[in-house]
């Protein structure tokens, strides 16, 4: 169909984007010093090695889900982890 072409053409513009920022991302993280971590954002930093939401997060460490929280948001802004949906929940991951 003449109306799924456009469609397809701009789904493989976007993910050529979406390559190339991901090489600009890891250009950057190369160039960039490592950011200076916390020892209780190392600890929640372990734990995201797998996606875990914040609720499991602060179960594991035993700090309330608003520490946690605050501390994610630390290590996000420091670019050590991501965060994205999943199945209607936020979930965290290392980068």
Request: with cysteine; net charge positive.
């Amino acid at each position: 169909m003449k109306s799924e072409k456009p469609f397809e053409e701009m789904l493989k513009s976007l993910k050529s984007i979406e390559e190339k920022l991901e090489i600009l991302i890891n250009l950057q993280k190369v160039a960039m010093p490592k950011p200076k971590v916390t020892t209780e954002e190392k600890k929640i930093l372990k734990l995201c090695y797998k996606k875990h939401t914040a609720e499991e997060i602060a179960k594991e460490t035993g700090k309330t889900e608003n520490n946690v929280n605050v501390t994610l948001s630390h290590l996000r802004d420091k670019g050590l982890i991501k965060s994205a949906e999943v199945r209607g929940r936020t979930v965290y991951e290392r980068i």
